[in-house]
């Protein structure tokens, strides 16, 4: 009877350990949410951004210097990019925008984009399946580049995912894939073109003379063809992993963004990050603003 008693000891406190562990845990989640939400309640006294967008680099020299797979690197970037959003959320921050994936990254090794286009489907059908995450944040998705570039498999998956999320009117998450600023602007330039020429055909076809039919192009009539249509500029651009290059991305939309270039590698990009580039934010608001009612003077 003795020893029974002695073997099964150990089970026991096992799991009054496990059970106290489990207390802990959920006491030190709720402290941490508590203390969240009220640096949140602190910033909104301060002008808060409306649209911020990252260029979300560093995900490979995340994976080479933990010598991990490569690919693994991406994909804590990924679990990174969801944490953003459920911040930016919170805080009430309604257009997120992220560079995912540049038209020169085509240029890279062959085995690496395949890897890259696989990991693409494979997150886009995760949030298809499971869509706690877009639930949550009633979060309407976008693409924005020549998808026509991507694999099949990706293009089909996207397609999906941005119509099964266009009537969400909560946060507004749009992914540039494949993506850059010079090809978005000469998309937008073919646009007013091919538009155009449709207005004088139809003009020349009913022998109607239109004198609002003109040749020049004026900034409205890009900015009604950009990618980013209906969606404000954003605040603030974040590049991590402390590269100060845009590499050509937003370069007609971050006119007065505030740039911003924080050492931490994308996977490395916390709360504490974006705390912190809010602030800065907030610091050069007033000068921010003033830059922009004195170029509208000048339209």
Not at 12 to 17: A, F, L, Q, R, T
Not at 90 to 108: C, H, L, P, Q, W
Not at 170 to 183: A, D, K
Not at 240 to 267: A, I, V
């Amino acid at each position: 009877m003795l020893g029974s008693l002695i073997s099964q000891s150990p089970s026991v406190d096992s799991k009054i350990e496990n059970h106290d562990e489990l207390i802990a845990t959920g006491v030190l989640a709720s402290l941490q949410n508590f203390i969240r939400k009220c640096i949140i309640a602190v910033l909104s006294y301060g002008p808060m951004p409306k649209h911020i967008a990252f260029i979300m680099d560093g995900n490979r020299r995340y994976a080479k210097f933990r010598s991990i797979q490569e690919g693994s690197g991406h994909r804590v970037g990924f679990s990174a990019l969801i944490a953003s959003l459920l911040y930016c959320y919170e805080m009430g921050v309604k257009y997120i925008t992220v560079y995912a994936f540049s038209i020169d990254n085509f240029k890279r090794d062959p085995a690496e984009v395949k890897s890259l286009m696989e990991l693409m489907e494979e997150k886009i059908n995760e949030l298809l399946e499971n869509r706690n995450v877009i639930d949550k944040v009633n979060c309407k998705i976008n693409f924005w580049g020549n998808l026509d570039m991507l694999s099949e498999p990706v293009r089909v998956a996207a397609e999906k995912l941005m119509a099964s999320t266009a009537e969400n009117t909560g946060l507004v998450f749009s992914v540039c894939m494949p993506y850059n600023s010079t090809c978005e602007i000469v998309n937008a330039v073919n646009k007013v073109c091919a538009e155009r020429k449709h207005m004088l055909q139809m003009d020349h076809a009913d022998n109607v003379a239109n004198n609002s039919v003109h040749s020049d192009i004026s900034v409205e009539d890009l900015d009604h063809h950009m990618y980013s249509a209906g969606c404000p500029d954003p605040d603030i651009v974040i590049r991590t992993s402390g590269e100060t290059r845009l590499s050509n991305f937003l370069l007609w939309q971050t006119t007065f963004s505030h740039l911003q270039n924080p050492d931490p590698l994308w996977p490395e990009f916390s709360f504490k990050h974006l705390v912190w580039a809010i602030l800065q934010y907030q610091r050069v608001h007033p000068y921010i603003e003033q830059s922009r009612a004195q170029a509208k003077k000048y339209l």
